[in-house]
């Protein structure tokens, strides 16, 4: 009986170093599968974004923070962003779309107030508001792609550090299968 008890011992304690290269083979693989699709992933997301705002063929204005610069990258997307809500302030006098009234009276070729025949003020469509929308998604699309950057360095960055992860991996088990 003890015979068989010493054999299962001595069977099971050659067999843990065996299970442990195994998973830390599986967790190295798993590591730089992981990582190396993070670093194509996000190589490819940032390309997309360059590519897309190349197509456009969009120049930074002369008061931009960045004057006179193609937009493509984060910052000249921040630039461009930047200039157009200032611009669109200045035609606003500073008021952004929510604190402008939906609806304004209705000026004649005069200046003066268009009256219904109740002699009320007829109301129109605020057309300066309106333009925020324009705006509005104007900015959105160019925050967008400076999000798309920072995810696309982020996936970059974890999948370096899988990778490294991976390799560590690979160094502990080869260690450990020498012992």
């Known amino acids: 009986m003890s015979s068989i008890l010493e054999r299962e011992v001595t069977l099971t304690a050659e067999a843990a170093p065996h299970k442990k290269s195994t998973l830390l083979l ?6 730089f599968a992981v ?7 996000g190589v490819f997301g940032a390309w997309y974004t360059w ?6 063929n969009i120049t930074t204005p002369e ?3 960045i004057p006179n610069t193609p937009v493509r990258g984060p910052l000249s997307m921040w630039a461009q962003s930047d200039i157009i809500t200032h611009h669109q302030l200045d035609r606003t006098g500073g008021l952004y779309y929510s604190e402008m009234p939906r609806l304004v009276p209705q000026l004649d070729e005069n200046g003066q107030p268009v009256l219904d025949e ?7 469509p605020n057309e300066a508001r309106a333009s925020w929308l324009d705006a509005t998604t104007l900015t959105t699309a160019l925050n967008l792609g400076i999000i798309s950057y920072a995810l696309s360095a982020f996936a970059m960055a974890v999948g ?3 990778t490294l992860v991976g390799y560590v991996f690979l160094r502990i088990r080869r260690r450990a299968v020498l012992l």
């Open 26 to 31: 599986v967790a190295a693989i798993v590591a």
């Open 35 to 41: 990582g190396i699709g993070s670093i194509i992933g």
């Open 51 to 56: 590519d897309q705002a190349a197509r456009q």
């Open 63 to 65: 008061d931009a923070p």
């Open 118 to 124: 109740n002699g009320e003020q007829v109301m129109v």
């Open 160 to 162: 370096v550090t899988l």
